[in-house]
Structure formats: C-alpha cells, structure tokens
C-alpha cells in the first residue's frame, strides 16, 4: 500500500507562484510513475503532468505546458508540481497520484493505482 500527502497549496494573486509537494510512503517509489491532476468545482478531475519512474521524460496537459514543471527526488520520496504564471482559471485541488509500473508516463486517471487527498490552489484575479 501506497499513501501520498500533498502539501504546498494556498492563495495566490494571479500571475504568482506555488511549489506543490506530494511525499510518498513505500520503498519501491523510485519505481512509480507520478502524476498531477486536478479538480475545480463542477468539473471532472483533469491531468496536469505526469513523470517517469526515472525522471526522464515528463509530459504535460497543454493548459499549462511552459508555465508548470513536475519533478522528482527519488531519494526523498517526493514529487514536486512547481507552478508559475498562476492563472484563475488555475483555481482547483491538486492531487498526485502513483502507478507502481512507471516505465513510461500516463495521462489517464484509471491508470493510476494510489491517490492523495489533495491540497487546495486559489488563484485570485
């Protein structure tokens, strides 16, 4: 069993920016691939971007491509989402989530095995 821990959301003016962490029990985590998703009100949870097991190859939703970067430290566990150029439309809650087999990367939410509760992101305009 897998339990990940989001932390690092808050509030921000627009145009500001949030480093978003999400921490990983488990001794294989440097095998998973990670992903970012999110959540607004009335909508359904979206991808935001997804790493390689190894950190190598990343790839993003075309909402925020250039402006959101996601990246690993396979020695801490961690996987970070660190956000710039925050917009409104940014407003959401953040999840990370993990798949054991992290050969490549993945977009899908059914592709993913183990989820964290999530951490809330307001963007003011």
């Known amino acids: 069993q897998v339990q990940l821990v989001e932390s690092g959301g808050g509030l921000v003016q627009a145009g500001g920016s949030l480093r978003l962490s999400c921490a990983a029990s488990g001794r294989t985590f440097s095998s998973y691939a990670m992903g970012w998703f999110r959540q607004a009100p009335g909508k359904e949870r979206e991808f935001v971007a997804t790493?390689?097991?190894?950190?190598?190859?990343?790839y993003y939703a075309d909402s925020v491509k250039g402006r959101f970067t996601i990246s690993r430290d396979n020695a801490k566990n961690t996987v970070y989402l660190q956000m710039n150029s925050l917009k409104p439309e940014d407003t959401a809650v953040y999840s990370c989530a993990a798949r054991p087999d992290g050969v490549s990367w993945y977009i899908r939410r059914d592709e993913y095995d183990y989820w964290g509760q999530g951490t809330q992101v307001t963007v003011s305009s």
């Open positions: 790493i390689r097991w190894s950190g190598s190859s990343t």
